[in-house]
């Protein structure tokens, strides 16, 4: 049953994509070949969403062509104008270095008229709405952030001795995602949000900025346990999964690592080796969202743009799809 209701419900995402903004369409055989920039290497997450839509291109008759733009903004712009000189008319499936389209890459779409794919990093409204057909997909990073703090709160409730000192604060080391990034803040301010209406109070030994990295996640953690060791962490609450693993890598390379119920680390996404995590109880939860529908509602927009089954100027809450998140625990 529970089987059944997920295919309905994945089935029902897209019947409300195709009713919201197209026309019915006829599947032709013709392979048409589809830019994908990336903003970076895809890190695990995006590795996941990469995986289900090169295995979902085929369905469309698509072939993905990737880019990476090593966080460089320079090098994107490079990229997509290179594109743009041999298809203006094809859509583009944009992951943007630069989120506020500062860096000549809206430009350079906005004056070719070129159709585009948002996903992952969403652009301000009023960018979107700058571009004649544009669209987003991606997951609310509140809605991440109001189910992490749900996770530990209903933790919290069933082991309340994790406040080792009882004095009423739960110690927490916060890592965040890129400085100046729309899904760090809030994703942070969201889960503090939920944390305060709880009434649960937070005391934080660090928050520090780790940029979405594992690598550089492991460096601050372990830097701060060699010099302040363990006693009074009492929860790591991360952005995402690859900086909750590092932190992890660190309480187990110092020989600190407890069981997940008595060292809640939390992270978003629910990437493989966090789940693994997560069995192992080595850390308590991540949230997740269906990568596989969100790699269909991508394609499907492509497609029906490059077939001319998209209206132009449609209003913004027609342009953004966003796909639910679902709490991950053992």
Same mark, same amino acid.
């Given at each position: 049953?529970?089987?059944? =209701? *997920?295919?309905?419900?994945? =089935?029902?995402?897209?019947?409300?994509?195709?009713?919201?903004?197209?026309?019915?369409?006829?599947?032709?055989?013709?392979?048409?070949?589809?830019?994908?920039?990336?903003y970076?290497?895809?890190?695990?997450?995006?590795?996941?969403?990469?995986?289900?839509?090169?295995?979902?291109?085929?369905?469309?008759?698509?072939?993905?062509?990737?880019?990476?733009?090593?966080?460089?903004?320079?090098?994107?712009l490079?990229?997509?104008?290179?594109?743009?000189?041999?298809?203006?008319?094809?859509?583009?499936i944009? &992951?943007?270095?630069?989120?506020?389209?500062?860096d000549?890459?809206?430009?350079?779409?906005?004056?070719?008229?070129?159709?585009?794919?948002?996903?992952?990093?969403?652009?301000? &409204?009023?960018?979107? &709405?700058?571009?004649?057909?544009?669209?987003?997909?991606? =997951?609310?990073?509140? #809605?991440?952030? !109001?189910?992490?703090?749900?996770?530990?709160?209903?933790?919290?409730?069933?082991?309340?001795?994790?406040? *080792?000192?009882?004095?009423? *604060?739960?110690?927490?080391?916060?890592?965040?995602?890129?400085?100046?990034?729309?899904?760090?803040?809030? !994703?942070?301010?969201?889960?503090?949000?939920?944390?305060?209406?709880?009434? $649960?109070?937070?005391?934080?030994?660090?928050?520090?900025?780790?940029?979405?990295?594992?690598?550089?996640?492991?460096?601050?953690?372990?830097?701060?346990l #060699?010099?302040?060791?363990?006693?009074?962490?009492?929860?790591?609450?991360?952005?995402?999964?690859?900086?909750?693993?590092?932190?992890? *890598?660190?309480?187990?390379?110092?020989?600190?690592?407890?069981?997940?119920?008595?060292?809640?680390?939390?992270?978003?996404?629910?990437?493989?080796?966090?789940?693994?995590?997560?069995?192992?109880?080595?850390?308590?939860?991540?949230?997740?969202?269906?990568?596989?529908?969100?790699a269909?509602?991508?394609?499907?927009? =492509?497609?029906?743009?490059n077939?001319?089954?998209?209206?132009?100027?449609?209003?913004?809450?027609?342009?953004i799809? $966003?796909?639910?998140?679902?709490?991950?625990q053992?």
């Amino acid at each position: 049953m529970k089987f059944l =209701a *997920k295919f309905i419900q994945k =089935a029902l995402a897209l019947i409300l994509i195709s009713c919201a903004v197209f026309t019915v369409y006829a599947q032709d055989s013709a392979i048409e070949t589809v830019s994908v920039f990336y903003y970076d290497k895809p890190d695990q997450m995006l590795s996941i969403l990469n995986d289900k839509l090169q295995k979902s291109a085929s369905y469309f008759d698509f072939k993905l062509q990737a880019f990476e733009a090593q966080k460089q903004s320079a090098r994107q712009l490079a990229q997509v104008r290179a594109h743009l000189e041999q298809d203006k008319k094809s859509v583009v499936i944009l &992951n943007p270095v630069d989120q506020g389209g500062t860096d000549g890459v809206m430009h350079a779409l906005r004056r070719s008229q070129t159709p585009v794919v948002f996903f992952n990093r969403r652009p301000p &409204n009023s960018l979107l &709405n700058t571009l004649p057909i544009a669209f987003y997909v991606g =997951a609310s990073p509140q #809605e991440a952030g !109001r189910l992490q703090a749900e996770i530990l709160i209903e933790h919290l409730e069933v082991h309340p001795w994790l406040d *080792k000192n009882q004095d009423g *604060k739960l110690s927490v080391i916060l890592l965040k995602g890129e400085f100046d990034n729309e899904d760090t803040d809030l !994703r942070t301010v969201s889960f503090l949000g939920k944390m305060r209406s709880s009434n $649960l109070k937070l005391e934080f030994l660090l928050v520090k900025n780790a940029d979405w990295s594992e690598t550089k996640a492991y460096e601050i953690v372990k830097n701060y346990l #060699e010099a302040h060791g363990d006693k009074e962490v009492e929860a790591v609450v991360s952005n995402n999964d690859s900086m909750a693993l590092g932190a992890m *890598k660190a309480f187990k390379e110092l020989g600190l690592i407890k069981k997940g119920p008595d060292l809640p680390i939390l992270g978003i996404d629910g990437v493989q080796d966090m789940q693994e995590a997560i069995k192992k109880e080595e850390c308590l939860g991540t949230v997740i969202c269906d990568y596989e529908q969100m790699a269909q509602t991508i394609l499907e927009l =492509a497609f029906k743009i490059n077939h001319k089954q998209v209206k132009a100027k449609l209003p913004l809450k027609e342009r953004i799809f $966003l796909i639910p998140y679902k709490k991950y625990q053992a």
